[in-house]
Every structure is written in structure tokens, then in C-alpha cells.
């Protein structure tokens, strides 16, 4: 589990289902932009904190465009303005039931996550699925969130496999709690 306010960076690089497992080099981890700047991220955070009927804050038409533009018959399982719409009433309640119950992990499954990859520092960037959750845990201000590791930088899967054969480097105790080391530490 990770606090959601360790993810603060997204990155597109990747397909949603071709990145698990992926050990990938190059910068798409310093090409990475910040989570506010989403799209969905602003619209919860106008919806929730500033009271914006979602059609106001334009999520509605951003995703209708989306929809427009693409060769698929639906984008984010919605084929229809109507079909958003009663989309973001569920957003509503998934709002109300996170702020009434916190988060809930038993429903955290396969194909309703929260994805990161890990950068080569090991910073948790948002990897695209879940951002509504990830959006509403962060302005609720939730503690925990479990996530999914879709991919991880080569260097940091180097740093990885080092720690895992001979222990944290000396002068490396910041990584302790590092919540992708875990598994990899005594």
C-alpha cells in the first residue's frame, strides 16, 4: 500500500496491459507530468471541492470528444453522452462511499485498481487505471491505497535485484520503507 500523495507525476508511455511486468530504460520517467494537470483530476477536484456540476467542468465533452476521435465503439467502457453522465453519478457515489467508508480493498481486484509504474529514483507514477479513485483519495486525503506495479525503470529493477541478493547499500536506509522494496527485503 502507498499514501496517494506519493503519486504525483502520470505517465501514457505505455499500453494498459503491455507494461506488466515491463523492465523498461530510457526517460520516460522524467518525462512524466503532474497528476493536477489531468484532465479527470481537475474535473473531480472542481466537482468535489468547488461544487462544479461535472458537465461544467467539461469532463463530459472532453470524453465525448475522446469518443469522437476513436475508432472503438466506446472509450472507458461509454459509447454515449448519456452513458457519461450516469457514469459520473457513480463517480459520485464512489466519492461519498470513499469519504463515509475510506477506501475499500476488498473491491481492489484485477480490473478495479489503482496502476503505478516505478521510475528509476523509485518514484511512484500514476500509470493511467483508476484515476478517479486516485483523484477522490487524494483530495479526501486517504492514508493508504493498495496499487498495482505495472512497470518499473531498469534502473530501479537493478537497484531491485541488488538489494534483493546482498541488502540495502550502506548509506541507503531511505529505501527501508520504500513500499516497492518490500518484497525484496529481509
Known amino acids: ?15 494498459k496491459w503491455e507494461s506488466v511486468g ?36 467539461g469532463i463530459i465533452d472532453y470524453h465525448c470528444q475522446r469518443l469522437a476521435k476513436s475508432d472503438k465503439t466506446t472509450v472507458d467502457g461509454c459509447s454515449s453522452r448519456s452513458e457519461y453522465t450516469q457514469w459520473y453519478k457513480e463517480i459520485d457515489e464512489l466519492y461519498n462511499n470513499i469519504k463515509k467508508y475510506g477506501y475499500n480493498r476488498e473491491k481492489h481486484s484485477s480490473t478495479n485498481y489503482i496502476a503505478v509504474h516505478i521510475g528509476r529514483n523509485g518514484e511512484l507514477l500514476f500509470a493511467g487505471s483508476g484515476c478517479h479513485r486516485l483523484s477522490i483519495c487524494k483530495i479526501i486525503d486517504i492514508d493508504e491505497i493498495p496499487v498495482w506495479v505495472r512497470a518499473r525503470h531498469k534502473k530501479w529493477q537493478e537497484l531491485r ?21 518490500q518484497d525484496v527485503l529481509d
Not at 468535489?48 to 456540476?53: H, L, M, R
Open 22 to 57: 515491463k523492465i523498461c530504460s530510457g526517460n520516460w520517467d522524467k518525462e512524466a507530468t503532474p497528476v493536477e494537470d489531468m484532465m479527470k483530476f481537475r474535473a473531480v477536484e472542481q466537482h468535489f471541492q468547488e461544487g462544479i456540476d461535472w458537465e461544467d467542468t
Open 161 to 181: 535485484d541488488e538489494i534483493h541478493n546482498n541488502g540495502l547499500p550502506e548509506g541507503r536506509e531511505d529505501l527501508r520503507n520504500h513500499p516497492d522494496l
Open 1 to 15: 500500500c502507498v499514501s496517494p500523495k506519493n503519486i504525483n507525476h502520470y505517465t501514457s508511455e505505455f499500453g
